[in-house]
């Protein structure tokens, strides 16, 4: 197939705060890139109308068109925040911080405007289909993946296929209760899995712990005069960084941080523990912006959960940081949408 014959796709993922979206070739290759925010406005105009609007800019662009030349898109493949019924393209569920997200037609929205065939899935399951076709998990056929976030999303891969269960929502892996008298999740139940193990919780924990004066704000990168509501510098990259860069590991401030992330650490190891007892994966993908961190994150977790599954089930087992990064979610919708529209031929 020659370059001027090769398929190129659409390639959306949509989130709560940005939109991303690339032009991809049928190898994974991410050949233009562009990100947009949805939340410009405060919400008033839906993120999936931000969306397509922003999709429409990309097309009549000059940099997209000088590059399409003779070519044509072949479809676009959808990344979407929240749970996604893939066989309508419709938003199922949704968290509530994105007004008017509920119920959206994605696909049908996305094919009124451009007259392509849409694909859509929920953005865990698309990291997952962009990491086993490309990425962490590259031929791997039953594979576990946690994104860790503002909230801890999952996809799930058994004998070669996603599993989205009746109407797409399964995966839903930050909603398993780790404690049955625990805190409350923003989903109404107690203890769950997303409630102590996501980047918000890991950062709320550290935060409090410098508000409390366990932690010294420069320790973390920031001023040392900083006050307890002026903290926003603390994230996840922060904390990694603070724990790889420093090295003096008997001082007071290392000492707390590391206790913190041990902690939280065990509550990601309690629910990878459960799934791995039920899936019995080749792997495990950690995804999400602190997989970043790489071995600093995933080795600490990896022994935790070696040490407490099952033999059987730890004998053989991977467990990895994703390798696509802030792509996976692009490059498996158009992944995912290959997988559709080839099965729809047959």
């Known amino acids: 197939m020659t370059m001027t014959e090769a398929k190129l796709y659409l ?23 562009f990100k947009f925010p949805v939340d410009q406005d405060g919400y008033r105009t839906s993120i999936l109308e931000t969306a397509v609007l922003s999709a429409g800019e990309v097309l009549r662009s000059s940099d997209f068109l000088s590059f399409l030349s003779e070519r044509k ?32 037609h994605i696909a049908e929205d996305f094919h009124r405007a451009f007259g392509l065939n849409v694909a859509v899935a929920n953005d865990a399951d698309c990291s997952l289909l962009g990491e086993c076709s490309y990425g962490a998990a590259k031929g791997d056929l039953n594979v576990v993946m946690m994104t860790l976030g503002t909230g ?10 996603l599993m989205s269960g009746s109407r797409g929502a399964a995966g839903e892996i930050g909603h398993i209760i780790i404690n049955d008298d625990g805190e409350e ?11 102590y193990a996501s980047i918000k919780a890991l950062v ?4 409090n ?18 006050s307890s509501d002026d903290l926003s510098f603390i994230n996840g990259k922060t904390i990694f960084s603070a724990l790889s860069e420093k090295t003096d590991h008997n001082c007071s401030d290392h000492n707390v941080l590391f206790s913190i992330v041990d902690c939280w650490e065990n509550y990601i190891a309690d ?20 997989s970043e961190a790489g071995e600093l994150l995933v080795s600490p977790i990896r022994n935790k959960v070696l040490k407490r599954a099952m033999p059987s089930f730890a004998d053989g087992l991977i467990i990895k940081a994703a390798e696509l990064g802030n792509d996976s979610g692009m490059i498996g919708a158009v992944e995912n949408f290959k997988h559709r529209y080839s099965q729809q031929r047959a």
């Open 152 to 161: 801890v999303g999952g996809g799930i891969l058994v004998d070669g296929k």
């Open 185 to 195: 999740c923003s989903c109404g139940n107690r203890g769950c899995l997303e409630h």
């Open 204 to 207: 709320n924990k550290v935060r």
């Open 73 to 104: 898109l072949a479809g676009i493949g959808v990344s979407a925040t929240g749970q996604i019924d893939p066989h309508t393209g419709t938003v199922v569920g949704a968290a509530g911080h994105i007004p008017n997200y509920l119920g959206s």
């Open 209 to 226: 712990a410098v508000s409390e004066g366990r932690i010294s704000p420069a320790y973390l990168g920031g001023d040392a005069d900083a």
């Open 11 to 33: 390639g959306v993922d949509l989130g709560g705060t940005f939109v991303k979206i690339g032009i991809i070739d049928d190898a994974g290759h991410i050949c233009r890139k």
């Open 271 to 290: 629910g990878l523990v459960s799934l791995v007892h039920i899936f019995n994966p080749d792997s495990i993908v950690i995804g999400g912006g602190v």
